[in-house]
């Protein structure tokens, strides 16, 4: 199968203004002493941080020099000399008789041993309370064990059962179908599989859709166990860097579509309902396009749905992306942890009854259905879902802004992505130290899951997940602690890069 390369356009739309690029990623004016470097030098330093951001995704091919060099207005030269230098320093593999391809050159060991003042002694606590970051989930809400109560009451019904239903019982697949018409997408209780969970959803539906090396594309970053699950069934994850500097669209459509055609990729996965981890939201417009590129490429989507209900600022809810189908081609999962709480392991499938019945085919070899109990609980929730919903949401609103204010206040030199919901900031750091921050952090009281988690191949060094669903204070405490944290790392010798050089 042919290279996949990165488009001499789309490359120069990501490195943006990168003559001015400093070795710290930032910005110098046009007049600086630092602007006056080499161009081959400055493009090869903004080429670089495409790279560990995910921007240039690995095992990717570069444009080729003729084509970059007129895109750009720039010296066949000064390209020649990006590449070369690139290549020396571990950044471009060349194969004869094959175009050089994006890569990481093995990492400088770190050394965090830098004594600092920890959150223990900054906060005059008799002991280090840890904080875990790691994870993106809420406590229950007080709804819960009432929803329990009425799931026992409605017990006696299913007990004359052998109480194994595959699909589903039908009460829940009928609330779920009407909450899917009233997003705008007609559906049947026929079309609903329950699942053990969204994560339990995608793993079947990789057994039906995949076959082992076959690619899978996926937004980059993207939820670090989706990733695992595509490599867990012999699969290739594919990734498509999302333009994380796009609030309103994020989605690179060309890039899928253009990934798609050059993989020949029969599956995506994708989130487009608040990204995990950015919370970004793909528009309306943004759907009937994905829409049209599956139908173009023949390539099946499946939606993860499982942050829908999260929506944080005032930006009118988008149809859900199977309303611009025109066929199977889009299939939705969803899940009712997010919403209301990851103890709750009930997610569920929205296809075709053709594909229904394949997944039941690979289900029966794996499990026998999803627990009667917890499929009627979530009937109840799913009935007061609006005033549960509208209280959580305020809740993470409240949230959100307390970790923002604290991100302000101790690492104003961090850039946070706000997103327009979910449960979870990314925050893109000055340096690439986000594995050894993660590393870190615990002798400062908090847990947190580095960058290249939500990546593939190395990618998100300079950048983290903040999940914003623990209490206030809780959250104030742990940028405390990831602050001083980053403070302990030696500010230039944790940084697995040197700032490009020629020798």
Request: glycine share 8%.
């Amino acid at each position: 199968m042919a290279t996949r390369v990165i488009g001499a356009t789309s490359l120069a739309r990501d490195l943006g203004r990168w003559r001015s690029v400093d070795e710290e990623g930032g910005e110098t004016s046009a007049g600086s002493r630092r602007s006056a470097r080499p161009a081959y030098l400055a493009l090869a330093e903004g080429i670089r941080l495409l790279i560990h951001d995910g921007r240039a995704p690995l095992g990717v091919a570069l444009p080729s020099e003729r084509d970059l060099a007129a895109t750009l207005g720039v010296s066949r030269t000064t390209i020649t000399s990006t590449y070369t230098l690139l290549r020396e320093h571990g950044y471009l593999i060349s194969r004869q008789g094959s175009r050089s391809t994006v890569a990481l050159p093995p990492a400088v060991p770190h050394d965090g041993t830098k004594p600092a003042r920890s959150i223990l002694a900054m906060m005059s606590q008799p002991e280090l309370t840890t904080i875990d970051l790691t994870y993106a989930a809420m406590a229950a809400p007080r709804e819960m064990q009432a929803a329990y109560s009425a799931a026992l009451e409605g017990l006696p019904a299913y007990l004359g059962t052998h109480g194994m239903d595959p699909v589903g019982v039908l009460a829940l697949r009928e609330a779920l179908a009407r909450r899917y018409t009233e997003r705008g997408l007609p559906t049947e209780p026929d079309q609903i599989l329950v699942t053990l969970g969204a994560q339990h959803g995608l793993r079947l539906l990789l057994n039906v859709l995949t076959a082992p090396a076959a690619r899978v594309l996926i937004e980059h970053p993207t939820y670090p166990n989706a990733i695992e699950a595509i490599r867990d069934v012999g699969a290739r994850p594919i990734p498509v860097p999302l333009l994380l500097e796009n609030q309103e669209r994020g989605w690179d459509l060309d890039g899928m579509r253009s990934a798609a055609r050059q993989t020949a990729a029969t599956l995506a996965y994708l989130v487009p309902d608040f990204n995990n981890p950015t919370g970004l939201l793909l528009d309306a417009d943004g759907r009937a396009e994905l829409a049209a590129i599956a139908r173009e490429t023949r390539m099946t989507i499946v939606i993860d749905e499982s942050m829908v209900d999260l929506r944080l600022d005032s930006t009118p809810a988008p149809p859900p992306v199977a309303a611009f189908a025109k066929g199977a081609e889009i299939v939705t999962i969803g899940s009712a942890s997010k919403s209301f709480w990851g103890g709750l392991r009930v997610g569920w499938i929205r296809t075709n009854q053709s594909l229904i019945t394949k997944l039941l085919g690979i289900r029966s070899t794996v499990d026998l259905g999803t627990p009667v109990m917890d499929q009627l609980a979530t009937v109840y929730l799913l009935a007061n879902a609006d005033e549960i919903l509208d209280r959580r949401r305020d809740q993470l609103r409240s949230q959100r802004a307390a970790m923002l204010e604290a991100l302000a206040e101790e690492l104003p030199d961090w850039r946070v992505g706000e997103g327009a919901g979910g449960m979870s900031l990314w925050a893109q750091l000055p340096a690439p130290v986000s594995t050894a921050l993660a590393a870190t952090a615990p002798n400062y009281g908090v847990l947190l899951a580095a960058g290249p988690r939500f990546g593939v191949q190395g990618a998100f060094e300079r950048f983290l997940r903040l999940p914003y669903t623990h209490q206030e204070s809780e959250l104030r405490l742990a940028v405390k602690g990831i602050a001083a944290a980053y403070e302990a790392l030696t500010p230039r010798a944790v940084d697995p890069l040197q700032p490009l050089t020629c020798y």
